[in-house]
């Protein structure tokens, strides 16, 4: 079956230092991309970042980027230089490229939080 | 551009009354998908379209939801006979042609929040 573990519900870190989101994913299916979303406390879905399975290179958008280990079933996102603006709800999540379904599969999420 | 909007933002109802929410995606987006979430939960994938066609409808929790798109533009979803259970936040998305095999990220709109009395 298709899913997204994401193991930690909530994650504590220091501004100005570095953090690491955990995901696996489990999934037959070799096309394949991983998501990565930020959602602050108004709501909103925001997009971060995106890795392909057959990408040979780990993603990077600014301050983040996602660490790929393909064996491991893995894409961690690592979000450089805490900000405090960067205290939300991150969610990964991923898309099959391989059938019919369009939709994302998402994680439960982690409760990030950045401490001044 | 104009980003993915939903109305109403809020919608406040009585159990068993029927309801309708309204997803208006990015224009030149013909893929547009429908998600909930539940207090302090993941998103929950309803239904999605590309372009007015819902290829499945197998994520639809009951059959008092439906979805319908036209002028592979607007969408809406309705719940009918509302339960406490559908109280959420619905969220709608888009994104280029779903065919598309990489990339092909999904845009959020902010979301309708439901509240089933």
């Known amino acids: 079956a298709q899913k997204i573990t994401q193991t930690q519900p909530g994650m504590f870190v220091q501004e100005k230092e570095a953090v690491t989101l955990d995901c696996t994913y489990d999934t037959s299916d070799p096309s394949y991309g991983l998501f990565w979303y930020k959602q602050p406390s108004s709501g909103e879905m925001i997009f971060l970042i995106y890795q392909g399975s057959y990408d040979q290179q780990n993603a990077t958008e600014g301050r983040y980027s996602l660490n790929f280990q393909k064996a491991r079933k893995s894409a961690n996102l690592v979000i450089s230089a805490s900000q405090l603006g960067d205290s939300a709800m991150y969610f990964c999540a991923m898309r099959l490229y391989g059938g019919s379904q369009g939709n994302l599969i998402f994680g439960k999420g982690t409760k990030l939080s950045v401490k001044p | ?117």
């Not at chain 2, 159990?15 to 997803?23: F, P, Q, S």
């Not at chain 2, 547009?32 to 819902?54: K, V």
């Open chain 2, 1 to 117: 551009g104009a980003g993915v909007s939903q109305s109403p933002s809020n919608k406040v109802t009585e159990k068993g009354k029927d309801v309708e929410l309204r997803c208006d995606p990015i224009s030149g987006h013909t893929a547009l998908y429908w998600y909930r979430q539940s207090l302090g939960q993941g998103l929950e994938f309803l239904i999605y379209f590309q372009g007015n066609s819902a290829p499945d409808k197998s994520g639809l929790p009951s059959d008092r939801f439906s979805a319908e798109r036209t002028g592979g533009s607007v969408s809406t979803l309705t719940i009918q006979r509302t339960q406490q259970e559908d109280s959420a936040v619905y969220l709608c998305a888009s994104s280029f042609s779903f065919a598309r095999t990489s990339g092909n990220e999904q845009f959020f709109g902010p979301g309708t929040r439901l509240t089933v009395l």
